[in-house]
């Protein structure tokens, strides 16, 4: 168990691609970190910098208290749990998670009594004597973990372990690895491209895009108040809505002009838009879809946030429908309750709830009102 | 154009259908049959033109000096069993075939250790020049074999190795179809699992051993198999650099004995029934390798599921 230190990390290729740009975390002891984001993003390329498989360009990288930039990855003390799983194709089980152990000249009681150990957390004793080719895809990725856990590292390094597994299983393994940390107390730095799994497993989430760190906060910090369109983007499903804006000003009241719509906003977000001087400037206004209600009563209660349009998608999901419309030229969705009457071809009143409006600047696309 | 091109194709595809569906039926089947039947007189006459050297070879040295001369009659009138007994106490031939056999086991021993940290290093690190290495290595390959035997026969002489095993060895240390052969089944081993292995703290001496090695082991026999053939035949260059009887091969002792010695033309049964002898090993190991020797070629990597 280790925390971890990544100062100004960057990574060139020697095509002059820059993968990683001025990479800077602090990762505490015991924590479920997650490495989010697009694919090219740079979130395996970190992950790889701190196994070892990759060498870093410049920067400092300290697992402890001891820098490992030069340090083999054999000797970081470190657990990787692969993709596509790595297991050895040639050994049992058994031996693919005693392999590590072997190496280390760990004696040979000692191994069976870890490796059965680790068999038994991941139900994989009756498992032990087969190849991998025999195993089913979730049975890999047991092994591939038990693989990891039988060594007892100071940190877990998982790249997208789930993803090439079907979505229950994804769902059963999301609830594995979680019980997992809970019960091995380690550091665990998790790569995924996956939101859910970023929000359901991590403590904190590291949101990347273009080599470049966007934010770094907890699951619920990051979805409530998004530092940019990028991550507002990225974090939610359904994702935000976006609309182009203008800012109108009139006393101490702030007004979004959109689609013919004059959506007003909250007096601390309204300060903030005075302040910043945005008056008669194009912003962009990000509702999540969970906040564009069709409920007559929210409607009556916010006059000044309400929108009009025709409903182009109608989805019943069970126990949320979605509405797909067009408003002022940009595709929205709103996540409402299933009793709505609402229908395809309805043209149907929205409001926002105001509380809820993010504001984000056209030209530099960060947060205005956060 | 390219529309043009997928159309043609699709035209083509429809006239092979409407051929396909005239040939239909008994017609069809009767090809198929005449067909079957001539691709098996193909092979039946491909595999009698290799094996009729083996079986005239075997059916000559049961014959006497007379009956080989008699183009008359194909089998001996009575086999001659005793000039195989002849060849084997009465000849040094079971020294040729030691000294062949042992300079064969470390040749293919060293080649083996050498091509596989040649291309483990060509394929799975990363340092510069690696490129060019392989491109050098390659090069060699071209180079003619005759070309190398004055500057190696200089080598070994400086160093006092002429008409020793060990020269005889160390010439070969270094097989570069070995290194391509090997280079090729270790691409087929995924990064993932080298980089697993790291990472469980293996370095690159067990990578190569424990993880990689087993997984290619099919083209480790083929090639093992190759080199010990190439080698247990070699002829010309071990009769460049040894002299002594007792250091021969077995090509140069077949010919020392059989022919050098004056009896040019008058012991063929001998000739052919050390010829049998010498062949018995190579087609022992060839009958427990056949499985992987056949794998090998096709370049399966025994990396499954």
Same mark, same amino acid.
């Given at each position: 168990?280790?925390?971890?230190?990544?100062?100004?990390?960057?990574?060139?290729?020697?095509?002059?691609?820059?993968?990683?740009?001025? +990479?800077?975390?602090?990762?505490?002891?015991?924590?479920?970190?997650?490495?989010?984001?697009?694919?090219?993003?740079?979130?395996?390329?970190?992950?790889?910098?701190?196994?070892?498989?990759?060498?870093?360009?410049?920067?400092?990288?300290?697992?402890?208290?001891?820098?490992?930039?030069?340090?083999?990855?054999?000797?970081?003390?470190?657990?990787?749990? +692969?993709?596509?799983? @790595?297991?050895?194709?040639?050994?049992?089980?058994?031996?693919?998670?005693? +392999?590590?152990?072997?190496?280390?000249?760990?004696?040979?009681?000692?191994?069976?009594?870890?490796?059965?150990?680790?068999?038994?957390?991941?139900?994989? *004793?009756?498992?032990?004597?087969?190849?991998?080719?025999?195993?089913?895809?979730?049975?890999?990725?047991?092994?591939?973990?038990?693989?990891?856990?039988?060594?007892?590292?100071?940190?877990?390094?998982?790249?997208?372990?789930?993803?090439?597994?079907?979505?229950?299983?994804?769902?059963?393994?999301?609830?594995?690895?979680?019980?997992?940390?809970?019960?091995?107390?380690?550091?665990?730095?998790?790569?995924?491209?996956?939101?859910?799994?970023?929000?359901?497993?991590?403590?904190?989430? %590291?949101?990347?895009?273009?080599?470049?760190?966007?934010?770094?906060?907890?699951?619920?910090?990051?979805?409530?108040?998004?530092?940019?369109? +990028?991550?507002?983007?990225?974090?939610?499903?359904?994702?935000?809505?976006?609309?182009? @804006?203008?800012?109108?000003?009139?006393?101490?009241?702030?007004?979004?002009?959109?689609?013919?719509? @004059?959506? *007003?906003?909250?007096?601390?977000?309204?300060?903030?838009?005075?302040?910043?001087?945005?008056?008669?400037?194009? %912003?962009?206004?990000?509702?999540?879809?969970?906040?564009?209600?069709?409920?007559?009563?929210?409607?009556?209660?916010?006059?000044?946030?309400?929108?009009?349009?025709?409903?182009?998608?109608?989805?019943?999901?069970?126990?949320?429908?979605?509405?797909?419309?067009?408003?002022?030229? @940009?595709?929205?969705?709103?996540?409402?309750?299933?009793?709505?009457?609402?229908?395809?071809?309805?043209?149907?009143?929205?409001?926002?709830?105001?509380?809820?409006?993010?504001?984000?600047?056209?030209?530099?696309?960060?947060?205005?009102?956060? | !154009?390219?529309?043009?091109?997928?159309?043609?194709?699709?035209?083509? =595809?429809?006239?092979?259908?409407?051929?396909?569906?005239?040939?239909?039926?008994?017609? $069809?089947?009767?090809?198929?049959?005449?067909?079957?039947?001539?691709?098996?007189?193909?092979?039946?006459?491909?595999?009698?033109?290799?094996?009729?050297?083996?079986?005239?070879?075997?059916?000559?040295?049961?014959?006497?000096?007379?009956?080989?001369?008699?183009?008359?009659?194909?089998?001996?009138?009575?086999?001659?069993?005793?000039?195989?007994?002849?060849?084997?106490?009465?000849?040094?031939?079971? $020294?040729?075939?030691?000294?062949?056999?042992?300079?064969?086991?470390?040749?293919?021993?060293?080649?083996?250790?050498?091509?596989?940290?040649?291309?483990?290093?060509?394929?799975?690190?990363?340092?510069?020049?690696?490129?060019?290495?392989?491109?050098?290595?390659?090069?060699?390959?071209?180079?003619?074999?005759?070309?190398?035997?004055?500057?190696?026969?200089?080598?070994?002489?400086?160093?006092?190795?002429?008409?020793?095993?060990?020269?005889?060895?160390?010439?070969?240390?270094?097989?570069?179809?070995?290194?391509?052969?090997?280079?090729?089944?270790?691409?087929?081993?995924?990064?993932?699992?080298?980089?697993?292995?790291?990472?469980?703290?293996?370095?690159?001496?067990?990578?190569?051993?424990?993880?990689?090695?087993?997984?290619?082991?099919?083209?480790?026999?083929?090639?093992?198999?190759?080199?010990?053939?190439?080698?247990?035949?070699?002829?010309?260059?071990?009769?460049?650099?040894?002299?002594?009887?007792?250091?021969?091969?077995?090509?140069? =002792?077949? $010919? $020392?004995?059989?022919?050098?010695? =004056?009896?040019?033309?008058?012991?063929?049964?001998?000739?052919?029934?050390?010829?049998?002898?010498?062949?018995?090993?190579?087609?022992?190991?060839?009958?427990?390798?056949?499985?992987?020797?056949?794998?090998?070629?096709?370049?399966?990597?025994? !990396?499954?599921?």
């Amino acid at each position: 168990m280790a925390s971890l230190s990544l100062k100004h990390i960057n990574k060139t290729y020697p095509n002059g691609f820059e993968a990683v740009k001025d +990479f800077n975390l602090e990762i505490e002891d015991k924590e479920f970190i997650i490495f989010v984001g697009p694919s090219g993003c740079g979130k395996s390329t970190t992950l790889r910098m701190i196994a070892g498989l990759e060498e870093i360009t410049s920067g400092e990288l300290k697992i402890g208290d001891k820098v490992v930039n030069d340090v083999e990855p054999k000797d970081r003390d470190i657990a990787m749990v +692969f993709q596509n799983y @790595a297991l050895y194709p040639h050994m049992t089980v058994y031996d693919n998670m005693a +392999f590590g152990l072997k190496l280390r000249k760990v004696p040979k009681d000692e191994i069976d009594r870890m490796v059965k150990e680790a068999a038994k957390i991941l139900d994989l *004793e009756s498992l032990l004597d087969r190849k991998p080719k025999a195993l089913s895809g979730g049975q890999r990725q047991r092994v591939a973990m038990g693989r990891a856990i039988v060594r007892n590292p100071k940190v877990f390094l998982m790249d997208e372990p789930l993803s090439n597994l079907d979505a229950k299983l994804r769902g059963q393994m999301r609830i594995e690895i979680s019980k997992l940390h809970q019960r091995l107390g380690t550091t665990i730095i998790y790569v995924t491209h996956d939101q859910t799994e970023a929000m359901t497993l991590g403590t904190r989430i %590291v949101v990347m895009s273009a080599g470049i760190v966007q934010q770094v906060d907890t699951p619920q910090v990051l979805y409530d108040t998004p530092c940019n369109l +990028f991550v507002a983007g990225f974090i939610g499903s359904p994702q935000m809505n976006f609309l182009d @804006a203008t800012c109108k000003v009139n006393g101490n009241k702030v007004a979004l002009e959109v689609g013919g719509a @004059a959506i *007003e906003l909250p007096p601390a977000k309204a300060k903030k838009l005075i302040e910043g001087g945005y008056d008669g400037k194009t %912003v962009v206004l990000g509702i999540r879809p969970e906040d564009v209600h069709d409920e007559p009563m929210f409607i009556a209660s916010s006059p000044n946030t309400v929108i009009e349009s025709k409903i182009r998608v109608y989805e019943m999901l069970g126990a949320e429908v979605y509405l797909y419309f067009d408003y002022a030229g @940009a595709s929205m969705t709103a996540r409402v309750d299933p009793r709505t009457t609402a229908r395809t071809g309805d043209t149907v009143k929205f409001a926002f709830d105001a509380e809820k409006i993010h504001v984000f600047d056209k030209e530099t696309e960060c947060t205005i009102t956060n | !154009m390219e529309g043009q091109k997928l159309l043609n194709g699709y035209q083509t =595809g429809q006239q092979t259908r409407r051929q396909g569906a005239v040939m239909f039926g008994p017609g $069809r089947k009767i090809i198929n049959s005449l067909l079957h039947l001539l691709k098996m007189a193909v092979l039946l006459l491909a595999s009698l033109v290799t094996a009729f050297p083996f079986v005239w070879m075997i059916i000559s040295a049961l014959k006497t000096k007379a009956e080989i001369m008699d183009v008359s009659a194909f089998l001996p009138e009575t086999a001659q069993w005793q000039n195989f007994s002849e060849v084997l106490f009465e000849s040094p031939m079971v $020294r040729y075939i030691g000294n062949s056999l042992f300079v064969s086991v470390c040749t293919v021993a060293i080649q083996v250790v050498t091509g596989a940290m040649i291309a483990y290093a060509i394929v799975f690190m990363r340092f510069r020049g690696r490129k060019m290495l392989f491109a050098v290595i390659m090069a060699t390959y071209m180079l003619p074999t005759a070309a190398t035997y004055v500057p190696s026969y200089i080598i070994l002489s400086n160093w006092n190795l002429l008409n020793t095993y060990t020269g005889l060895i160390i010439s070969n240390a270094v097989s570069i179809f070995g290194i391509f052969l090997l280079r090729q089944a270790f691409m087929q081993v995924p990064a993932g699992l080298v980089e697993a292995a790291k990472i469980d703290g293996a370095n690159a001496w067990k990578i190569l051993w424990k993880i990689v090695t087993p997984m290619t082991k099919s083209s480790f026999i083929t090639f093992g198999l190759m080199s010990f053939i190439s080698s247990y035949n070699n002829y010309m260059w071990p009769s460049l650099i040894t002299d002594s009887p007792e250091m021969s091969l077995v090509s140069q =002792g077949l $010919r $020392r004995y059989f022919i050098e010695g =004056g009896a040019y033309g008058t012991e063929w049964p001998k000739v052919m029934a050390g010829s049998t002898i010498i062949v018995v090993p190579l087609l022992i190991l060839f009958m427990f390798t056949q499985k992987w020797f056949i794998n090998g070629i096709g370049g399966d990597t025994g !990396m499954k599921g």
